[in-house]
């Protein structure tokens, strides 16, 4: 079966701490879902204005690009479990005071932005930890749970969302959301047992570990050709997105209302969901690792196809089948977190996250600018021929930097004291 099989699915729920990060990153992600409805709801019904609401929803966003770059290094100086409860613990006294009613707008956009600003460093954290605490053996298949939770709490907390709102009013969901962060704050200090500063280990072995900031990762990023091919293959994602943002347009175009618009949102996250279960539990590691590159160009053949084919029978599978394919981003995202350094993971995923999320707002933006000027079909295939013309290259230069690991180079790596490897 692998070591992506069900066994070791079972062997790394069997491992105490990571069982506590996943249950503390499932609580915030259900948590951070409702709290978005909410939020979009009360934007609305205080201002009745679309602009504002969509401004407030993009500070739910929009903060990771600073965030990753300057805060992720934190991981890398401070304990990580401890950077994990605090920035939980100033999350949920940020968004209780979020939930307090008749607060001003600009005050509660300030504390959404300052509370999503601590989202980096902590979802750094967690990232650079799991490799910690994890068999090498086992690491794959913890990062393929952590995935699969993410998307199936994400589906779950938008469909449930709204009904919450209803039922608790905006303050009611936005307390819960604030009693989620300090809750999973909880659960990462009863559950993990403290590790060194990634900086000291660092500074102890090589004398790296204190030294440079954010330019200092991004000269690692740049120069590890293995770290590019895999941020480059990650990237392609900003093509893959792009049926996402034209669901609305797309289901107008074919006469479909709000229910099809739901339901075209969906199929990719649902895609992904079965292809990430299936990618991991068929395929051993090295074999997903050789798919990276030939995944990563197929995901944005679909595109292609559904801008010839319409209909919303045909958009619901060729889109699902993008999630679907687009499964070899979670090894990739394992892979990319394995090979940095221990002492400079927190500096590299927070470039790289903010990277993805950056290329993935490019893609919707200019997703929906072709289409209002060739319209959507046209859109849908130049994403397609984009993404593949972008993702060819991308997967020889993958391929390369594989066949070009000296023999032996996995050995070595994994006996270095500063932990490494196990994402």
Request: charged content about 15%.
């Given at each position: 079966m692998g070591s992506g099989g069900a066994g070791t699915f079972r062997r790394a729920f069997a491992v105490t701490e990571f069982r506590a990060l996943w249950g503390?990153?499932?609580?915030?992600r259900a948590g951070t879902q409702l709290g978005r409805v909410a939020l979009a709801v009360l934007a609305y019904?205080?201002?009745g204005s679309a602009a504002v609401t969509a401004l407030v929803y993009a500070l739910t966003l929009v903060p990771a690009l600073i965030g990753g770059p300057l805060l992720g290094g934190l991981a890398d100086r401070h304990s990580r479990r401890g950077l994990i409860v605090v920035c939980g613990l100033a999350r949920a006294a940020l968004i209780a005071l979020v939930a307090v009613p008749g607060i001003p707008l600009p005050v509660l956009c300030a504390l959404i932005f300052a509370s999503q600003l601590l989202e980096s460093p902590a979802a750094a954290a967690q990232m650079a930890l799991t490799p910690d605490i994890l068999p090498k053996d086992v690491y794959q298949s913890?990062?393929?749970?952590?995935?699969?939770?993410?998307q199936i709490v994400s589906l779950a907390g938008f469909a449930a969302g709204g009904v919450l709102v209803a039922a608790v009013g905006t303050t009611g969901s936005l307390t819960i959301n604030a009693v989620a962060f300090a809750l999973a704050a909880l659960i990462v200090l009863r559950g993990?047992?403290?590790?060194?500063?990634?900086?000291?280990?660092?500074?102890a072995g090589d004398g790296q570990g204190r030294r440079g900031g954010p330019l200092e990762g991004l000269r690692l990023l740049v120069s590890d050709h293995r770290l590019r091919g895999l941020l480059a293959?990650?990237?392609l994602a900003g093509?893959?997105?792009?049926?996402?943002a034209l669901a609305a347009p797309y289901a107008a175009g074919l006469g479909q209302g709000t229910v099809m618009v739901g339901l075209l949102m969906a199929a990719m996250p649902v895609g992904n969901v079965l292809g990430v279960f299936l990618f991991t539990r068929f395929c051993p590691t090295e074999t997903r690792l050789r798919l990276l590159g030939p995944l990563a160009c197929a995901a944005s053949v679909p595109l292609l196809v559904s801008a010839v084919v319409p209909g919303p029978v045909a958009a619901l599978l060729l889109w699902a089948l993008v999630g679907a394919l687009g499964a070899y981003q979670v090894t990739a995202n394992a892979e990319f977190v394995r090979i940095v350094p221990t002492e400079r993971r927190g500096q590299v995923l927070g470039i790289a996250s903010s990277a993805l999320v950056a290329v993935q707002g490019i893609g919707m933006i200019v997703g929906g600018l072709l289409a209002t000027n060739i319209g959507v079909a046209g859109a849908l295939g130049v994403a397609g021929a984009a993404g593949l013309a972008a993702g060819v290259p991308a997967a020889l230069a993958w391929r390369r930097a594989r066949a070009g690991q000296a023999p032996g180079r996995e050995t070595l790596i994994a006996s270095r004291p500063s932990g490494s490897l196990p994402g």
């Open positions: 503390a990153m499932a609580v915030v019904e205080r201002t913890g990062i393929a749970i952590q995935h699969l939770t993410s993990v047992r403290p590790h060194p500063a990634a900086g000291d280990a660092g500074a293959l990650a990237m093509f893959q997105v792009v049926p996402e």
